[in-house]
């Protein structure tokens, strides 16, 4: 009598090893452990045969009797059900590509980054993400395969690496659909399951304190471009963005005039114009 998922489930273990057929060779053997494996016993070539199928539950009954007629058919062909599933798994092998390989291919493609933004974002990869994933075959992985490593720095309370690590995982996967290597980014499913960081803003600085801010500007022995920066922003008062991406060309030495683009922020319908301090 063929088997059900009810039987299948309730079998209980004995003090030996016991089967319970479903037919057709097909059988399930129940280890004294409780573990549970399907096992397809055929003839080939004149001599009986024994084939794994997989360990219940993982495998249902369902799948387990799709693998059954898969060798059947292969049996009834002339073909070696066993080969067969080896010469798959070697073929399978040498297509594989992994996680770490193509996220190297990502990081190499954004070739508009810094030296050392480029190198921070690579350490990321590799002290956060490679360890876990990295070798993984990227078309097999699913959303709760990415969340595993980006979780684990959540959890130990690194809350903005997490939320970048999730921006970048986000992007390799993106980059892989936009390769052909995979059709889906499962990477999308992973928006609103990272905390993010609290951000606490600092209050304005009291007007008493502006003598001893100068005087650490003065003081400052860190990079000077950073010192620079710092006392423009004092003269001029602007985005950061807008001082970061300033260009020679908009400043006139001869009117002492700094005209900024409206597309880089300082107005939204003309450009911005700056008088400078002679």
Known sequence: ??????????????????????????????????????????????????????????????????????????????????EHKRAVKEEQAKEVIIFESVARDWHASNQKWSESHSARVLKSLEDNLFDTIGKRNIAELKTRDLLIPIKAVEMSGRLEVAARLQQRTTAIMRFAVQSGLIDYNPAQEITGAVATAKRQHRAALEL????????????????????????????????????????????????????????????????????LSK
């Open 1 to 82: 009598m063929a088997l059900t998922d009810t039987k299948v489930r309730s079998a209980k273990p004995e003090a030996k090893e016991y089967s319970l057929v479903d037919g057709d060779g097909m059988f399930l053997l129940i280890h004294p452990n409780g573990s549970k494996y399907w096992r397809f016993r055929f003839r080939f070539g004149g001599k009986q045969h024994l084939m794994a199928f997989g360990v219940y539950p993982e495998t249902s009954l369902a799948d387990a009797r799709q693998k059954r007629e898969e060798a059947r058919r292969l049996v009834a062909a002339g073909v070696d059900p066993r």
């Open 208 to 275: 008493n304190r502006i003598p001893e801010l100068l005087h650490r500007i003065d003081t400052y022995t860190g990079r000077p471009l950073t010192r620079l920066a710092v006392e423009l922003t004092l003269l001029v008062f602007i985005r950061s963005s807008e001082l970061r991406f300033a260009r020679w060309s908009e400043v006139d030495f001869e009117t002492a005039m700094w005209t900024i683009s409206f597309q880089r922020g300082l107005s939204t319908s003309d450009n911005g114009r700056l008088w």
